[in-house]
């Protein structure tokens, strides 16, 4: 996918393959008694870039973790800081574990074990190497990991910044847990405000009523679904997992489906939908936005074919294939590409590296100064018109912006603007048939620029 992009900006073949490869990758081996064994891990953490520092990327705990994998979705952060404007690195790792097997004491030493693996060998750190949750890792690791590097480096006082993703208490930022489902909202949001591109995708109006097919109820299928049936009017009429799926096609209550499911370990007995053994299966069910928000390579070569979504919005990372991708344009299927849409973690990610690093809560300097000044403007307007200013308008006017209506506006701001530099890319070159390659031009034409201006070639 970056290959056709590539040829189309035509860039010095040096160039391409120094951006394309990764810089460094880590390799640990490491045992860890538990209880009455010992048991040895494996995990890798991969550096794409350090055009911008520090290098920035999750942490996944699976058992289908591996190196390859590892440095695809290392490079994969890298383009997507670039599209959205966040000027960090790419960096991701990976410990071959499944989580489920162990118990909340054995996970925690195991996390600071390889915490300490990595920060002992510079993978790991607030300026340079910045992890964050990932499949199969959330705020409890992510404490872990900040709370080692803190007793391995206690002398540095941004210890704090180097994770993102942590709970509140402990240095996290209000919004970061939904942060990735409410960038797949924002991003819909925005390509629904462009008539053109909604109207060549086969569909019209805004999100309200769309029938929306969702596989995958993990952080961001369930905060995706969630906010866009609640917030934006959507129907979400079908949620896949991978041991079946629900369907309903007069819409599904996500927030009582997540629960069901949380409860019981699956869909099975949920009364407010039909279950259906065969969950992949629903992935081809006619809809209006499908959106992969699990793992990757879902829609695949076999499938493709049988796909009857007129969006399909990529949630989560690599959800279609090379060859999917190849079938789904010639079908004239649009598709929001992951390196865009899947990218509202690493923005509030940033904004959590920020306010770590700045020591203070955002909005504690402005916030009263802007209710005071708002109240001021209220007393002006009754003053000058002798009426009184109606109770909503008051009530907006004076309230001050908290670190969540930032953290918001931050994500929606970055989402909007990328989104919209995307289609005019896509319009400006007549050989962009595609968001993707857009979005990776986009990308590419900045890593170049990066590069050359720093005299790396």
Not at 191 to 196: K, P
Not at 391 to 414: F, P, Y
């Amino acid at each position: 996918m970056v290959d056709r992009a590539l040829e189309i900006m035509e860039l010095d073949p040096g160039i391409a393959r120094a951006i394309k490869s990764c810089t460094s990758v880590l390799q640990v081996t490491f045992p860890v008694q538990l209880r009455e064994r010992v048991e040895v891990f494996t995990g890798w953490r991969a550096v794409h870039s350090i055009h911008r520092l520090p290098a920035k990327g999750g942490i996944r705990f699976s058992e289908s973790v591996d190196q390859p994998e590892i440095e695809a979705l290392a490079a994969l952060m890298t383009y997507k800081c670039s599209i959205v404007d966040v000027p960090f690195g790419g960096s991701k790792g990976g410990l071959c574990i499944n989580p489920e097997n162990y118990s909340r004491d054995d996970l925690q030493v195991i996390t600071r074990r390889f915490a300490r693996e990595l920060a002992e060998k510079g993978f790991l750190s607030p300026s340079t190497n910045v992890p964050a949750p990932d499949v199969g890792t959330g705020q409890r690791e992510m404490a872990w990991i900040a709370d080692t590097y803190k007793h391995l480096y206690p002398e540095d006082i941004n210890y704090i910044a180097c994770v993102t993703g942590k709970p509140i208490g402990h240095g996290g930022i209000r919004g970061r847990t939904e942060a990735t489902g409410r960038g797949v909202q924002y991003g819909l949001r925005e390509f629904f405000r462009h008539r053109e591109e909604v109207n060549a995708a086969g569909l019209d109006g805004d999100l309200e009523g769309k029938r929306i097919v969702v596989q995958g109820l993990g952080n961001v299928g369930y905060h995706a679904a969630k906010l866009l049936s609640e917030e934006d009017g959507a129907q979400v009429i079908a949620i896949i997992k991978h041991d079946g799926a629900i369907v309903n096609p007069e819409g599904i209550h996500v927030e009582e489906a997540y629960y069901h499911k949380c409860s019981n370990g699956s869909f099975k007995g949920f009364a407010g939908a039909e279950f259906v053994e065969d969950g992949q299966k629903v992935l081809e069910m006619e809809c209006d936005i499908l959106i992969p928000a699990a793992v990757e390579g879902v829609i695949s070569e076999a499938n493709a074919p049988n796909i009857q979504a007129k969006l399909i919005a990529e949630a989560a990372n690599g959800p279609v294939t090379f060859e999917a991708d190849r079938i789904l344009r010639s079908r004239g299927i649009a598709i929001l590409p992951d390196a865009y849409l899947n990218a509202g973690g690493v923005v509030v990610s940033y904004f959590e590296w920020i306010r770590n690093l700045t020591h203070m809560r955002f909005g504690r300097m402005e916030r009263r100064f802007d209710e005071m000044r708002g109240r001021n403007i209220l007393r002006a307007l009754e003053e000058t018109t002798e009426r009184q200013v109606p109770d909503w308008i008051r009530t907006q006017l004076a309230k001050g912006a908290s670190e969540i209506d930032l953290v918001h506006s931050g994500l929606d701001d970055s989402m909007r603007t990328a989104l919209q530099e995307i289609i005019e890319t896509r319009r400006r070159n007549s050989a962009i048939e595609d968001y993707r390659t857009a979005a990776y031009i986009i990308a590419l034409n900045k890593l170049a620029r990066s590069y050359l201006d720093l005299g790396v070639f």
